[in-house]
């Protein structure tokens, strides 16, 4: 198992950015496929982003493609979620994962990401 601690959120204005920090113990991530998901009040926690291992693909749900940006660092063994242009609808509790089995047909579901944080809170006020 891999133990994730997310960092980085805090309250934003429309318009501005945030930076999120996924740190891993236990194990090195470079065997792992990084996701974040997102969780808002009262709704489902829905896919954000995901980086493959080698950090060569990267894929991002149709809410914030082109604003956000994943990345993966190996020698500090985390990865990281900046984004940008943020909006109130991007207020959400943001969960770094991390998924072995990881392919094109499941990247979306929170089922193919066995590690889990605990997550941050990123609010964006108008």
């Known amino acids: 198992q891999v133990q994730l601690t997310e960092s980085g959120g805090g309250p934003v204005q429309a318009g501005g950015s945030l930076s999120l920090s996924c740190a891993a113990s236990?194990?090195?991530?470079?065997?792992?496929?990084i996701g974040w998901f997102r969780q808002a009040p009262g709704k489902e926690r829905d896919f954000v982003s995901v980086?493959?291992?080698?950090?060569?693909?990267?894929y991002y749900s149709d809410s914030v493609k082109g604003r956000f940006t994943i990345s993966r660092d190996y020698a500090k063994n985390t990865g990281s979620l900046k984004m940008n242009s943020l909006t109130p609808e991007d207020t959400a509790v943001y969960y770094c994962a991390a998924g072995l089995d990881i392919t094109l047909a499941n990247l979306r579901h929170r089922s193919s990401y066995g590690n889990w944080g605990r997550g941050t809170q990123v609010t964006v006020s108008a």
């Open positions: 980086i493959a291992r080698s950090g060569g693909s990267r």
């Open positions: 236990g194990r090195t991530l470079s065997r792992y496929y």
